[in-house]
């Protein structure tokens, strides 16, 4: 089945650092990848759509400079959170689909701790 | 318009009970209704989905009702067991690869 597959899986760094998350699909090609962040005990909520060679589209209220998004390729999308805070710390999850009928999959998250 | 509404926030039912999860949507774009099942530290994994031209869809244990006319759509979960317990997302897109808006989840125990 479709696979999606997130590094790290856990990240602690230090306040003002800037860290990158990578989101690949292993046995598929994603033009489109979707990136949710979700809070202790919380739900999920949709961050921005990162689109394979073009600019992202982020929901609303997401800050675009501070969570820069690429999406170089087919198989792999990432976010860099940029001079983050303990503000920033959360659980991102990222998520493709193969094929426009068929359902999204999910990475099994990053845990980004801010000291 | 959207929102998904989730309830219960959480639920402790016995092994081999069925618990029922509900959610609610406002907007009739929507046309394609996953639930997710999510363990700590983990993403979410799909379980069953359903479209609106249907009201009710079997998997395994897992069944999920759907009502058009009021917006609604729940899961059931037949002869629950201990691994079951994990927190349950029902979400909305219209569109089934498109972006996902989630319910608020429900935290089920299953106790022996």
């Known amino acids: 089945g479709a696979v999606v597959s997130q590094h790290p899986s856990r990240v602690i760094c230090k306040s003002g650092t800037s860290v990158k998350i990578e989101c690949r699909s292993l046995?598929?090609?994603?033009?489109?990848m979707f990136w949710y962040r979700q809070f202790p005990k919380q739900s999920l909520m949709l961050m921005a759509t990162?689109?394979?060679?073009?600019?992202?589209?982020?929901e609303q209220g997401v800050e675009k400079d501070k969570f820069l998004i690429n999406h170089a390729s087919l198989t792999l999308s990432t976010l860099t959170v940029t001079s983050a805070h303990p503000e920033d710390s959360s659980f991102y999850i990222c998520?493709?689909?193969?094929?426009?009928?068929?359902?999204?999959?999910f990475g099994d998250g990053t845990r980004l701790s801010i000291l | 318009q959207q929102q998904v509404k989730q309830s219960p926030q959480s639920l402790i039912v016995q092994k081999g009970g069925i618990p029922i999860i509900n959610c609610a949507y406002e907007n009739t774009a929507f046309d394609y209704f996953p639930w997710y099942q999510q363990f700590p530290g983990k993403g979410p994994a799909l379980l069953i989905a359903i479209r609106p031209d249907v009201s009710e869809k079997k998997e395994g244990r897992f069944t999920i009702s759907f009502n058009k006319s009021a917006k609604q759509f729940s899961l059931h979960i037949m002869d629950s067991q201990p691994g079951d317990s994990a927190t349950y997302f029902c979400?909305?897109?219209?569109?089934?690869?498109?972006?996902?808006?989630f319910g608020t989840g429900t935290r089920l125990q299953v106790t022996l």
């Open positions: 979400a909305a897109s219209a569109g089934t690869a498109s972006k996902l808006t």
């Open positions: 990162s689109n394979e060679g073009s600019k992202a589209t982020y």
């Open positions: 046995d598929f090609q994603a033009t489109t």
């Open positions: 998520s493709a689909s193969p094929r426009s009928n068929q359902p999204q999959h």
